[in-house]
T-cell receptor, first 114, second 112 residues
Framework: QQQVKQSPQSLIVQKGGISIINCAYE??????FPWYQQFPGKGPALLIA?????SEKKEGRFTISFNKSAKQFSLHIMDSQPGDSATYFC?????????????FGAGTRLAVHP | DTAVSQTPKYLVTQMGNDKSIKCEQN?????MYWYKQDSKKFLKIMFS???????INETVPNRFSPKSPDKAHLNLHINSLELGDSAVYFC???????????FGDGTRLSIL
C-alpha cells in the first residue's frame, strides 16, 4: 500500500509558468514533509521541507503548502525554468520518535519547455 | 570534497554472484541509510544505522547485509544476486536520527 500518494506522474510546463505537484498521506504520525529534486544520474537532493505547525513555507521560487486536516501538501514552483526539469519526490516521516524512515511518493517528472 | 560518496558507480554482474557497494560520508553525520530505487524510480528505504547500530531494517531479503565499520562508512553486501536486484542503490546520511538526509549519487546495479 502506498502511504504517500503523489500526482501527477508527469508534468509539462512552459517557461515562466507555475508547476504544481500534489501529495497526500494517511498516517497521522507523519510530522515531517520534505521535497526532493533528482536530476538524471544524481541522487535526490533536499529542496525544501515543512513541519505541520505551519501551513506554508517559501524558499525562493519554491513553496510548500500544507493542509493538515486534508492530509495533503503540495509543491509550487513559481516562474518555472528549463533548469527545473527533473524528477520531484515528496516524502513523509515521523520527525520525532527516534526513527527517521522517509516514505517517498512515486515521483513527478517535470519538463519545463523554453 | 563529495559529501556522500558511493563506489562503484556502476556494477554489472551475473546472477548468483556476491557483490559489495561502499559508502562514505565526510559530513560528520551520525546516521546513514541505504535506499533502493527501482526501474520506475520508486525509492524505498532498506536499512539505517545510527552510530554503527542498526536502527531500521525493512523487509529486505537476508541476502542483503549492511555493515558499518564506523559512523562515516556504511557498506552493503549482497549475496546470490538475482535479476530482481537490478536497481539503483543510494546511500544517504543525516546529522542525527530525524535530521535532513543527504544522498549520494547512487550505484547502478545490473544483473545479467
Amino acid at each position: 500500500q502506498q502511504q504517500v500518494k503523489q500526482s501527477p506522474q508527469s508534468l509539462i510546463v512552459q517557461k515562466g509558468g507555475i508547476s504544481i505537484i500534489n501529495c497526500a498521506y494517511e498516517n497521522t504520525a507523519f510530522d515531517y514533509f520534505p521535497w526532493y529534486q533528482q536530476f538524471p544520474g544524481k541522487g535526490p537532493a533536499l529542496l525544501i521541507a515543512i513541519r505541520p505547525d505551519v501551513s506554508e513555507k517559501k524558499e525562493g521560487r519554491f513553496t510548500i503548502s500544507f493542509n493538515k486536516s486534508a492530509k495533503q501538501f503540495s509543491l509550487h514552483i513559481m516562474d518555472s525554468q528549463p533548469g527545473d526539469s527533473a524528477t520531484y519526490f515528496c516524502a513523509a516521516s515521523p520527525f520525532s520518535g527516534g526513527y527517521n524512515k522517509l516514505i517517498f511518493g512515486a515521483g513527478t517528472r517535470l519538463a519545463v519547455h523554453p | 570534497d563529495t559529501a556522500v560518496s558511493q563506489t562503484p558507480k556502476y556494477l554489472v554482474t551475473q546472477m548468483g554472484n556476491d557483490k559489495s557497494i561502499k559508502c562514505e560520508q565526510n559530513l560528520g553525520h551520525d546516521t546513514m541509510y541505504w535506499y533502493k530505487q527501482d526501474s520506475k524510480k520508486f525509492l524505498k528505504i532498506m536499512f539505517s544505522y545510527n552510530n554503527k547500530e542498526l536502527i531500521i531494517n525493512e523487509t529486505v531479503p537476508n541476502r542483503f547485509s549492511p555493515k558499518s565499520p564506523d559512523k562515516a562508512h556504511l557498506n552493503l553486501h549482497i549475496n546470490s544476486l538475482e535479476l530482481g536486484d537490478s536497481a539503483v542503490y543510494f546511500c544517504a546520511s543525516s546529522p542525527k536520527i530525524g535530521g535532513p538526509q543527504h544522498f549520494g549519487d547512487g550505484t547502478r546495479l545490473s544483473i545479467l
